[in-house]
């Protein structure tokens, strides 16, 4: 038994601090975090249950696979159409590790798609790259500012999630699980679809899980669409990837859509066939919703 005749202040103050304080922050947290994403969720379906428009988008943490799943359950049950999910793991196993297929299995089973979204996965760019001695006007300003270098890489965080999801084999487990990558840019989609094939067929020898039925990109095909930003070359990026993966979105009323995204849009798909245009346009999205958005 140690006591504090044993320890000096700062040592009894991290034990304190690792044998009491740390577990009951681990017990309570989690559930401060479903709390508020509960809270969240009720605001957002009593905003959007007066006209069948809007589609409301819940949010769920993913620290607890358990509590996630229940939380899931609640926020279908209020009527949000989608389930927005962070881009980052939890902080000890991975978002494919089995204890979160009943999080995946309630999302196909209730026809429900997971969404990521800008900053749900941080800003991976390290910030010393931004003490440069170079002076940067603020392009939005307040807690959504976003840089050139942000926008960089600031597809990193939904790129490697759904790589995992896609390598781990969740898609395949869940063939009928859909999602949606919102305000992250498409662009970035041509060079990954080629590289999660890459990735499969090199390291099948050594990762037998890798050995699905299908091509790494086939899943990513049937099941995930993106939204590309109004100044990417949408009709070069349908042309590259095919046009079942992107749609159109424009973040209003916000300005980070451009002041006019369907003059962008239509400028850049000027070449695009009327059909891949409309599934531009329409059906992917209604894809991606499924029976709600139909």
């Not at 709390?35 to 009593?46: L, Q, S, W």
């Not at 695009?272 to 999205?285: I, L």
């Amino acid at each position: 038994m140690v006591t504090d005749r044993d320890l000096g202040g700062a040592e009894l103050a991290r034990s304190f601090f690792s044998g009491v304080v740390e577990p009951l922050l681990d017990r309570a947290l989690p559930g401060l975090a479903y709390a508020a994403a509960r809270a969240h969720n009720r605001a957002i379906a009593e905003f959007c249950k007066g006209d069948r428009r809007l589609l409301g988008v819940g949010f769920v943490p993913l620290d607890d696979a358990e509590l996630a799943a229940r939380e899931i359950d609640e926020a279908i049950a209020l009527g949000c159409a989608a389930i927005h999910l962070p881009s980052l793991p939890p902080a000890k196993i991975s978002p494919t590790h089995p204890s979160y297929d009943g999080v995946w299995a309630r999302l196909q089973d209730a026809d429900v798609p997971f969404m990521l979204h800008v900053g749900g996965g941080g800003m991976p760019f390290p910030k010393a790259f931004f003490n440069n001695d170079r002076p940067v006007t603020d392009f939005l300003g307040g807690g959504e500012n976003f840089h050139s270098k942000d926008f960089m890489v600031g597809h990193y965080g939904p790129e490697t999630f759904l790589s995992a999801m896609v390598l781990d084999g969740v898609f395949e487990k869940f063939p009928r699980l859909r999602g949606g990558c919102i305000e992250q840019g498409a662009m970035w989609i041509v060079p990954w679809l080629r590289r999660l094939d890459i990735s499969q067929e090199t390291f099948v020898r050594t990762e037998p899980s890798l050995r699905l039925p299908m091509k790494a990109s086939d899943y990513v095909r049937r099941q995930l669409k993106f939204t590309p930003y109004p100044h990417e070359p949408v009709g070069w990026i349908i042309e590259q990837a095919g046009p079942e993966l992107c749609l159109f979105s424009s973040d209003y009323p916000l300005i980070e859509g451009g002041r006019n995204p369907l003059k962008r849009f239509e400028n850049s798909t000027a070449g695009v066939a009327e059909d891949a245009k409309h599934r531009f346009y329409t059906s992917n999205f209604v894809e991606m919703m499924g029976a709600r958005a139909a």
